[in-house]
């Protein structure tokens, strides 16, 4: 088994700091994939891996599609992994579309790709323009799992908060579970500190 929390650290990508998320909650800790991907070694190394597990698991696809922007490394070298396509899904003016003459066929099997799942809102838009259009959603896939919602042989109890419908497997190389808290709870801002947003100070 690939040791991911060790790739994360020695890519620079598993930072310790004093993080403001995305959702307005804060975290001592981030993962940042992008630092992981840009080595096409590492991202295809990640991504047969992922492959191998969902080909365990006895899932078959034609497409993998990602939403943007996170997810569409992970879910181009998925699909080069799986021998698929892959297409992905982006927002315009916050809905979440899909453009660029893309076309999906009746039936046909998705899997939805992103780099890490959270609470999975991001991947579930994703999945609802793909079953609107006509496509079958068989799976979700990540490299990584936050530990909300509840990855394929894992016994672990997915949070209240997780997106994901519980009748569709979620595959992932590793649960990365950090404490979040609220910004008038967060113990490093009662220390005085202040919540970065990543990747605004070269992060
Ligand atoms: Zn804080």
């Not at 295809?44 to 969902?54: F, N, P, R, S, W």
Request: overall charge positive; aromatic content about 8%; some cysteine.
């Amino acid at each position: 088994m690939m040791d991911i929390e060790k790739i994360y650290k020695d890519a620079n990508a598993y930072l310790e700091g004093h993080f403001l998320l995305s959702s307005g909650k804060h975290s001592r800790f981030y993962l940042q994939s992008a630092k992981v991907l840009e080595n096409p070694k590492t991202a295809a190394k990640l991504a047969d891996e992922l492959a191998k597990l969902i080909n365990q698991g006895g899932i078959k696809v034609q497409s993998v599609c990602a939403p943007a922007l996170g997810g569409i490394l992970a879910g181009y070298e998925l699909a080069r992994a799986l021998g698929s396509r892959s297409i992905f899904t982006e927002r315009v003016d916050g809905k979440m579309t899909l453009r660029r003459g893309f076309n999906i066929t009746r039936g046909e099997k998705f899997i939805i790709c992103e780099d890490i799942i959270t609470t999975g809102g991001s991947a579930l838009e994703s999945a609802r323009i793909i079953t609107e259009l006509g496509g079958e959603v068989v799976a979700f896939a990540a490299l990584a799992n936050r530990g909300f919602c509840t990855r394929h042989n894992s016994n672990k109890i997915a949070k209240p908060t997780c997106k994901l419908p519980n009748d569709v497997p979620f595959f992932a190389l590793e649960d990365f579970e950090f404490d979040i808290f609220e910004p008038d709870e967060c113990p490093m801002c009662k220390s005085g500190s202040k919540a970065i947003k990543p990747g605004s100070r070269g992060n």
